[in-house]
Structure formats: C-alpha cells, structure tokens
C-alpha cells in the first residue's frame, strides 16, 4: 500500500499569500494518478487537480498541481478567503488508493 | 448538475451489516461514468477509500475490509449501494458516495468528482 505523507501540518497564512503543500509517496505513483481535494468542515471534499496537474472542472487557475513519482506539490497561487480549509492528496495509481492525512490552511 | 445523495440508517449495533445507498439524479448512473465509489471519514480523522464499482458490475475493494464489503449497482433507479458486515466501532465514520472521474474519454475508478453531502453512520448499542 502507497503511504502519503503531507506536509505541513498547518500552514498559517494570510489572504493574498501563496500557499504551497506537499506530498510525498511512499513509492512511486503509478502514471502520476496523483489527486488534490480542499474540504470544508461539514463538507464532502472537492476534488481540485487529477493527474497530477490538471484542473478539475471548475476549479479557478490560482490552483496550480505539479510534481511526478514520489513528490507532489499544489500551490495555491493567492489565497482567497474560500481557500482556508484541509487539503488532501490521494493517489490511484495502485491499489488500494489511499489518501494523506491532510494539511490544514488556517488564517494567519 | 449531477447530484448524489446517501440514505440509510444513521445507527448500527455492533456486529450488524451497514447498509447504505447511493441515489444518482441530474444524469444517469450508466451515461455519466464507469465508476462510483464509496469513501469514509471517521470523525475528525482523514479518509479511507472502500471500494469502487464498474457500471458492468465489476467491484474494487480496499483489502482491508475486503472480506466485509459488497458493492452493487441497480441502474433501474440510479442508485449503488454499500453493505459492511460484522461492523464495530471503528466502523464509525461519515460515508460518502461518489462518482469516478472521466477525461479524455478515459474514466478513473479511484479519483472522484462528485460527491454526495455524506451520512454520519454510528455503530453503538
């Protein structure tokens, strides 16, 4: 099973800065099925960027999603106010799929 | 807009079966996509993928709850459904249903882009 592992924890930030997270695999991820999903308390998750580095449908370009193998980073280009939740990252490139515990992007 | 909603009951004793089902509208569970899948979050922890279904009926589990899960589809009525046997507490979680994301003409059984709101499902006596 592919272990992720993302990092920070927390990021405390402020509205208009850029926000970067990572995420690690335990071994390389199969095609770069490599997913970023933002959920909000009390919400199911959104899912942001697939593949790695495409956009989900409807998702504005300040989200950005980069990296292949084992090292995946999303960025978040200036946060917005909307922007302050957990974001996770989930790989599906072998089985079982299995998600990161998730980084909380908190008001700074 | 495609919609997704869960039903079922919101407690379970200990031992018994969870089950769950998944009511697809705003499109068909047969035109949209070949996948839909089942996710859990136990309270204030991260999340747990179950196991997927093709719309041909094929099923994607998570190995560790293989031997408990079924997952199956009735397109009549646009609905899936999750049965998990034997549950305890640690079965105590949100669940979610969702649909597995096409593009390209390809379609993924383990990245989702619709979700339903999710169902608090608790395992007590």
């Known amino acids: 099973e592919i272990v992720l592992t993302q990092s920070p924890g927390t990021l405390s930030l402020s509205p208009g800065e850029r926000a970067t997270l990572s995420c690690r695999a335990s071994q390389s991820v199969n095609s770069d099925y490599l997913g970023w999903y933002q959920q909000k308390p009390g919400q199911a998750p959104r899912l942001l960027i697939y593949?790695?580095?495409s956009r989900a449908t409807g998702i504005p370009d300040r989200f950005s999603g980069s990296g292949s193998g084992t090292d995946f980073t999303l960025t978040i280009s200036r946060l917005e106010p909307e922007d302050f939740a957990v974001y996770y990252c989930q790989q599906y490139g072998s089985s079982p799929w299995t998600f990161g515990q998730g980084t909380k992007v908190e008001i700074k | 807009q495609l919609q997704l909603q869960e039903s079922g009951p919101g407690l379970v004793k200990p031992s018994e079966t969870l089950s769950l089902t998944c009511t697809v509208s705003?499109?068909?569970?047969?035109?949209?996509?070949?996948?839909w899948g089942w996710i859990r979050q136990p309270p204030g922890k991260g999340l747990e993928w179950i196991g997927s279904?093709?719309?041909?009926?094929?099923?994607y589990f998570n190995p560790s709850l293989k031997s408990r899960v079924t997952i199956s589809v009735d397109k009549s009525k646009n609905q899936f459904s999750l049965n998990l046997s034997s549950v305890t507490a640690a079965d105590t979680a949100v669940y979610y249903c969702?649909?597995?994301?096409?593009?390209?003409?390809?379609?993924?059984?383990?990245?989702?882009?619709?979700w339903g709101q999710g169902t608090l499902v608790t395992v007590s006596s």
């Open positions: 279904i093709h719309k041909s009926g094929s099923t």
């Open positions: 969702a649909r597995g994301a096409c593009s390209g003409g390809n379609c993924y059984s383990g990245v989702f882009d619709y």
């Open positions: 705003g499109g068909s569970s047969s035109s949209s996509t070949n996948y």
């Open positions: 593949g790695a580095s």
